[in-house]
Nanobody, 125 residues
Framework: QVQLVESGGGLAQAGGSLRLSCAAS????????MGWFRQAPGKEREFVAA????????KYHDSVKGRFTISRDNAKNTVYLQMNSLKPEDTADYYC??????????????????WGQGTRVTVSS
């Protein structure tokens, strides 16, 4: 079956960095756009970043532009989220997701077919 397994979460100080990874299995990775979403305590899950099948098209939530970078390694069936200049408001559970589409990528949660279990990121001030 399809599995998306996130790793790399943890505790960071404000201004610091973390890199999240999401390893996919049970699907043809290159058929899927990939996205990262997050859910902060008491809030709804929101879009963070997404990348197309090729990795050439990327999109970001305005709140993370210039600080976060999404990338993928199709040979390793893995998508990454490099998070720099972290802020306390980045504290959340981060989820990766896979969207079966041919072109571009989506910021809409409803477009995604598979989801990981999440990894927690805590940023202290």
């Amino acid at each position: 079956q399809v599995q998306l397994v996130e790793s790399g979460g943890g505790l960071a100080q404000a201004g610091g960095s973390l890199r999240l990874s999401c390893a996919a299995s049970g699907l043809t990775f290159t058929f899927y756009a990939m996205g990262w979403f997050r859910q902060a305590p008491g809030k709804e899950r929101e879009f963070v970043a997404a990348t197309s099948r090729s990795g050439l098209n990327k999109k970001y939530h305005d709140s993370v532009k210039g600080r976060f970078t999404i990338s993928r390694d199709n040979a390793k069936n893995t998508v990454y989220l490099q998070m720099n200049s972290l802020k306390p408001e980045d504290t959340a559970d981060y989820y990766c997701a896979a969207d079966y589409r041919e072109y571009l990528s989506s910021s809409s949660q409803g477009d995604y077919d598979y989801w990981g279990q999440g990894t927690r990121v805590t940023v202290s001030s």
